[in-house]
């Protein structure tokens, strides 16, 4: 399915590098790498090819999809093997995590955090953050398979009642419970987001 009218062209996908206990998990990575690549986007994401992250970009290569894996080199042996990595259709070796979450951003047209730990968090919390400071209008989701992000979304409302998101209007991640929802749901959010200015913003990163 082509895209070609669409400002979104790649979406960067956080997740676990570990399954989880949960098999609608894994299942949900390999149902939104597929929509990724059947609906002509590519995937961005940690590089990671074990647990959530491999399963997700298993899916996108299965449907013939363009993965770009952005991983820093001490990462390489702990969250994929040398052999696996060489099967992405791009791979980026970053000197730390800084630089891999501002090569991320700098792909990516989207985000979503599929269930993942405490790194998964921080990368959505933080593009949360740079939304919340203006910084860009990209979408972004809280894919919330079988309600694993519900403590989290209490949470943010809660810091919303007491006063504490300003401009909350620039913080309105979507929440979709099934993955594959997930890339319709962008692609509509994105047809009233504007794209200005990007460079810009990229540079003061």
């Given at each position: ?67 770009t894996g952005i991983i820093p080199e001490f990462l390489m042996d ?128």
């Amino acid at each position: 399915m082509s895209n070609e009218a669409s400002p979104i062209l790649s979406v960067c996908v956080y997740c676990g590098s570990q399954p989880g206990r949960d098999p609608a998990h894994i299942q949900a990575g390999r149902i939104l790498g597929k929509s990724i690549a059947e609906h002509g986007l590519q995937l961005v994401y940690g590089g990671g090819t074990r647990g959530i992250m491999g399963a997700v970009a298993s899916g996108v290569l299965s449907a013939g999809g363009h993965v770009t894996g952005i991983i820093p080199e001490f990462l390489m042996d702990k969250e994929a093997t040398r052999h696996s990595l060489g099967q992405l259709s791009e791979l980026i070796v970053t000197a730390d995590m800084h630089e891999r979450k501002h090569k991320m951003f700098e792909r990516a047209d989207a985000f979503v955090a599929l269930p993942g730990g405490i790194g998964t968090l921080e990368e959505i919390v933080e593009i949360m953050t740079w939304a919340q400071l203006g910084r860009h209008r990209k979408p972004m989701v809280f894919g919330n398979v079988n309600g694993f992000w519900d403590p989290m979304l209490e949470l943010i409302q809660h810091m919303r009642d007491q006063g504490f998101v300003h401009t909350a209007h620039l913080v309105q991640p979507l929440v979709i419970d099934r993955a594959e929802d997930i890339v319709p749901g962008i692609l509509t959010s994105a047809a009233a987001m504007g794209r200005d200015g990007e460079t810009e913003i990229i540079s003061r990163l």
